[in-house]
């Protein structure tokens, strides 16, 4: 009999994924991963080592797909605006990957998983807001690193605290008309505060 082992490991990075995105790397484990897959909880260990490590996968696998996915451009204010309402749209349509860096701050307190990745990929996305500054598209009242960090918080608030927004805003992410002026806006902030004018 021929095992597939890719097809397995594809089986488990899904299953932790879904079980990582609902109970964090300390609330779920090996077994329940394992039982989700259909495979033995060994092969689990076998292939990936333990907890920290598949958790680690998950996160690298995610943290690509949304690089991915919502690439910065960065010319000028209208670009960045475009940016963070991609990455709104994103977030809503697959919360997971919010899910899962919540679950990392909660379960790190010092570097993570993959940082060193991850962080060349916020500095090349920091360095296209740089440039765009250079260019004078993009303002330059604030750094480029810390304009990249608040226009990632406008776009994904929305998805990082539901409940919040709904209290603030008094809609849903159920409610069609409301995700649509939730987008406007995020795209409308991140634009005013990108604009050199």
């Not at 299953?15 to 995105?21: I, L, M, Q, S, W």
């Not at 060349?120 to 009242?141: K, M, P, W």
Request: charged residues 25%; glycine residues 8%; proline residues 5%.
């Amino acid at each position: 009999m021929v095992r597939d082992v890719e097809g397995t490991k594809r089986k488990i990075v899904d299953a932790a994924t879904a079980e990582f995105v609902a109970h964090g790397p300390d609330g779920t484990t090996i077994e329940r991963i394992a039982n989700r897959a259909g495979v033995n909880k060994e092969r689990v260990y076998n292939y990936y080592g333990g907890k920290p490590q598949l958790f680690a996968v998950v996160l690298q696998e995610q943290f690509a797909t949304t690089a991915d996915a919502v690439p910065l451009e960065a010319e000028d204010a209208a670009a960045v605006g475009e940016f963070a309402g991609r990455l709104y749209d994103y977030s809503r349509e697959r919360p997971e990957f919010v899910r899962l860096l919540m679950w990392e701050a909660l379960s790190y307190s010092g570097e993570v998983p993959d940082e060193a990745q991850r962080r060349e990929t916020y500095l090349a996305r920091t360095a296209a807001i740089e440039a765009g500054q250079s260019s004078g598209g993009v303002t330059s009242a604030l750094a480029p690193d810390v304009l990249h960090l608040v226009v990632l918080a406008i776009a994904a608030y929305w998805t990082v605290l539901p409940q919040v927004a709904r209290m603030v805003t008094g809609t849903t992410a159920d409610d069609p008309d409301g995700v649509r002026q939730h987008r406007a806006a995020v795209v409308a902030a991140a634009r005013r505060l990108a604009d050199p004018a």
